[in-house]
């Protein structure tokens, strides 16, 4: 197996090696949407964890610690890995959804008015 990377790796291969991983352990009878969103959820909030209290700033230093970036990388392994399971669950093609959802933001978010903001698009 070829190791994979950003630069290389397509994001249908990375669905077919979710796919085959669950497939293997005949794991799809568990996968409804529901459960899929709640452990995508779950993960997340592992992810969130590292960061909890920290200020922006601290955050950016826990990211970058080497003996806490290996487990800030599987928490978040695990929240791609089980959203490309719920796109395989779904038949949600990601980067149709991706590219439409940038359309949907860049009309509700115009570099003229959100620029350097951080407001939400009914408050520009």
């Given at each position: 197996?070829?190791?994979?990377?950003?630069?290389?790796?397509?994001?249908?291969e990375l669905r077919?090696?979710?796919?085959?991983?669950?497939?293997?352990?005949?794991?799809?009878?568990?996968?409804?949407?529901?459960?899929?969103?709640?452990?995508?959820?779950?993960?997340?909030?592992?992810?969130?964890?590292h960061f909890l209290?920290?200020?922006?700033?601290?955050?950016?230093?826990?990211?970058?610690?080497?003996?806490?970036?290996?487990?800030?990388?599987?928490?978040?392994?695990?929240?791609?890995?089980?959203?490309?399971?719920?796109?395989?669950?779904?038949?949600?093609?990601?980067?149709?959804?991706?590219?439409?959802?940038?359309?949907?933001?860049?009309?509700?978010?115009?570099?003229?008015?959100?620029?350097?903001?951080?407001?939400?698009?009914?408050?520009?």
């Amino acid at each position: 197996m070829n190791p994979m990377s950003d630069g290389v790796t397509t994001t249908g291969e990375l669905r077919a090696r979710v796919l085959a991983f669950v497939r293997e352990r005949d794991w799809e009878q568990f996968h409804a949407p529901k459960n899929l969103s709640m452990a995508l959820a779950a993960e997340a909030g592992e992810l969130m964890e590292h960061f909890l209290w920290s200020t922006p700033e601290q955050s950016r230093a826990v990211a970058a610690d080497p003996a806490k970036r290996s487990k800030i990388e599987e928490e978040l392994a695990d929240v791609m890995i089980y959203a490309l399971e719920f796109a395989n669950m779904t038949d949600i093609d990601i980067a149709a959804a991706i590219e439409r959802k940038l359309a949907l933001n860049a009309r509700k978010y115009p570099v003229e008015k959100s620029r350097g903001r951080s407001d939400k698009y009914t408050e520009l």
